[in-house]
Nanobody
Framework: QVPLMESGGGLVQAGGSLNLSCTAS????????MGWFRQAPGKECEGIAGVSRDGSTTPYADSVKGRFTVSRDNAKNTLYLQMNSLKSEDTAMYYC???????????????????WGQGTQVTVSS
């Protein structure tokens, strides 16, 4: 059983929108701080958005602030990432991840998150 499963990726034109989902199973979703990360070819993995257990704290990386919105629905064990005004530089594999720590007030760090999904590809054409 895969603990985290992302969906919603795809090919979109620059300026368009996508909404990613991450469904959790096999663990107490509302006990975990959640985060979204992305990795473009040849680049390091970047933490772009986090959300606290109750959804009240949502730190973002500067690269996505004002364009992306992270949210969660604990009743549905699901994490979301609404991505608007997409740019070619947003092209990457997107991953959701869970952390027993937090809440975090900075964009998520790789080392704080121990449960990972398999990723969903987002490609933005210019």
């Amino acid at each position: 059983q895969v603990p985290l499963m992302e969906s919603g990726g795809g090919l979109v034109q620059a300026g368009g929108s996508l909404n990613l989902s991450c469904t959790a199973s096999g663990f107490a979703f509302d006990d975990y701080t959640m985060g979204w990360f992305r990795q473009a070819p040849g680049k390091e993995c970047e933490g772009i958005a986090g959300v606290s257990r109750d959804g009240s704290t949502t730190p973002y990386a500067d690269s996505v602030k004002g364009r992306f919105t992270v949210s969660r629905d604990n009743a549905k064990n699901t994490l979301y990432l609404q991505m608007n005004s997409l740019k070619s530089e947003d092209t990457a594999m997107y991953y959701c991840a869970a952390s027993r720590g937090g809440p975090y007030f900075m964009p998520p760090r790789l080392t704080d998150f121990g449960v990972w999904g398999q990723g969903t590809q987002v490609t933005v054409s210019s």
